[in-house]
């Protein structure tokens, strides 16, 4: 049985708000391979902030499903278990941008009887 879990946020999205951080961040895309493959905050200097992060290193060890990750033009889709060394070949392009961020998980779930 698979089960689907959507978020969206209608905020500023990756970029801006790794940016207060990170000025020379200047794509979508390369805020998003920050966002997953760094342990930043864009909410300096509190330290919090870094919720992707650790989500990778979760759907690491999911079994079976599916991930997409969308903020501005910058898309993320993998299958899983994602492969944290592939990060940036997850990321592309999106068909249309969006503002702030929407996330769409699937996961294969075994329930017993």
Known sequence: ???AFY???RGRGILTSL???RPGLHTDS???????TERVSG??????GNGLKFAVDALHSSAAGSFLLQSGTARMSAELPLDPS???AYIGVAEMPLRGVYSELHIQMKYAN
């Open 43 to 48: 909410r300096a200097p509190e330290k919090r």
């Open 7 to 9: 978020k969206v946020d």
């Open 1 to 3: 049985m698979a089960r």
């Open 86 to 88: 592939r990060i940036e």
């Open 30 to 36: 390369e805020a998003l391979r920050v966002a997953l």
């Open 19 to 21: 940016k207060a951080v």
